[in-house]
């Protein structure tokens, strides 16, 4: 009967989406781990750290032939606690669902109502519905399976508004769910791989490996006009990057571009380009400060180890950044304490409040720094800062820590 196997050993069968159709993680997922086999380990690892992985995970891995990756002391640590909290707390699942609903109901009637009678006041409002939107359900569902409830009718019901929403104004979620769960979940802060901050370079450098380049002095000055264009570039992107279908590029031109414009002439157009782009730098900021930070690791990909499950999450740890607290997190989706949620992506958003301060205790002990800010101002005063640095100075002065603390023996099982 299978036991355990090396981490890098680890795959995910093509038929597992056909032998488990209850799977959670839905075949989305399950896809991603088979078209990913290399990290297959990491990303089960990862998405089960809160789950019952001694008992029926386990069971049911085995009586499908398939051993379980290998893990250490660390990750043993961090499951013990994540699980704890999830079984401890589980209103906050039932919270969580309502905020999704509500989110559900208030973006699609406060876009209409801006549509009718569009105002500064009004698009900051409805911009700030895409944000919450985008962060708690576009994130937290693509994360996990697309189908963000538990109840199926429920799921019928409001799935296919989901997709034409995130489908019209959001990125491709085909690719996102390989970029943002492999390429920035696993290779985090790693600038040749990593699609979010990292891919932005040539125009932004945020890791001392990368060629300073003279314009670089300037990105934390021109870094807010990049982030305005972040939601606009999505519908372009989809069509013509990833050749999406040309009807939701062609209803976004519809609804952003040329119904506020026939409504209301160039003051709608204006509104409405300005919605967009509020919308985008909110949430271009939100992501950006978790891991552009003065006390955080960026490297080449080839720096990394991702064949030892402890020394994996202690760079996950030291490539993000966490700030805020409960309400911030509720609010938010959790994109605020991206330390917590790069150790288990699939969680509850309220519930990473609630493990925080596990988790910060656990690095303490090892050795591992835990970075974290106050408030969002707090952090985007050090995203700045970090900017400039990356900008001026050719190079670090001082390393910073390795994956594996020079005060800590390496991890073990």
Same mark, same amino acid.
């Given at each position: ?25 839905? %075949?989305?997922?399950? +896809?991603?781990?088979?078209? =990913?086999? &290399? ?31 290998? !893990? ?17 707390? %589980? ?11 509500? @989110?559900?109901? +208030? ?9 009718? /009678? ?17 962060? =708690? ?6 994360? !996990? ?10 799921? $019928? ?23 943002? =769960? ?8 790693? &600038? $040749? ?25 300037? *990105? ?32 976004? @031109? ?28 909110? #949430?271009?900021?939100?992501? +950006? ?26 760079? *996950? #740890? ?20 991206? #330390?917590?949620?790069? #150790?288990?992506?699939?969680? $509850?958003? %309220? ?5 925080? %301060? ?15 800010? /106050? ?39």
């Amino acid at each position: 009967m299978p036991g355990t196997c090396p981490l890098s050993q680890f795959r995910v069968p093509g038929t597992w989406a056909d032998d488990l159709p209850g799977h959670k993680g839905g %075949p989305h997922l399950l +896809a991603v781990a088979e078209q =990913n086999p &290399h990290r297959a380990g990491l990303l089960f690892l990862s998405y089960h750290m809160a789950s019952d992985l001694d008992g029926k995970i386990t069971t049911v891995a085995n009586g499908l032939g398939i051993a379980m990756p290998e !893990r250490g002391r660390l990750y043993n640590e961090l499951h013990a606690a994540y699980r704890k909290v999830k079984e401890d707390h %589980p209103n906050q699942h039932l919270i969580f669902i309502g905020y999704c609903l509500f @989110l559900t109901v +208030a973006l699609p009637a406060s876009f209409v109502w801006w549509m009718f /009678q569009p105002t500064i006041l009004k698009s900051i409002l409805t911009a700030t519905f895409f944000e919450l939107y985008f962060l =708690n359900i576009f994130h937290t569902r693509n994360h !996990r399976n697309t189908r963000l409830y538990e109840s199926k009718w429920l799921s $019928d019901v409001l799935t296919p508004m989901y997709d034409f929403i995130e489908d019209t104004f959001g990125d491709n979620t085909t690719i996102w769910r390989t970029n943002h =769960n492999v390429k920035h979940h696993v290779h985090t802060n790693d &600038h $040749d791989v990593d699609t979010d901050i990292p891919g932005v370079y040539p125009l932004i450098r945020n890791c001392y490996d990368t060629e300073l380049l003279a314009h670089h002095k300037f *990105q934390t000055f021109y870094w807010p006009l990049l982030a305005f264009f972040i939601a606009i570039k999505f519908p372009f992107n989809n069509f013509f990057a990833h050749k999406a279908s040309s009807f939701y590029f062609m209803v976004w @031109l519809g609804l952003v571009v040329v119904l506020p414009t026939c409504l209301h002439g160039w003051y709608g157009f204006a509104l409405s380009m300005f919605l967009q782009g509020w919308a985008g730098f909110m #949430i271009g900021y939100k992501f +950006a400060v978790s891991h552009c930070h003065s006390a955080l690791r960026a490297t080449h990909n080839a720096e990394e180890d991702y064949t030892d499950a402890d020394k994996w999450l202690v760079a *996950q #740890i030291q490539d993000s950044m966490s700030w805020g607290g409960y309400l911030t997190t509720f609010i938010y989706g959790g994109i605020n304490l991206q #330390i917590e949620h790069h #150790i288990c992506p699939s969680m $509850d958003p %309220p519930l990473y409040a609630l493990v925080a %301060p596990e988790v910060k205790r656990i690095c303490e002990e090892h050795g591992i720094k835990y970075t974290h800010e /106050q408030t969002f101002l707090h952090a985007m005063y050090s995203f700045h800062s970090d900017l400039w640095l990356k900008g001026t100075a050719p190079s670090l002065a001082e390393p910073l820590p390795t994956a594996c603390p020079a005060n800590e023996e390496p991890l073990k099982q």
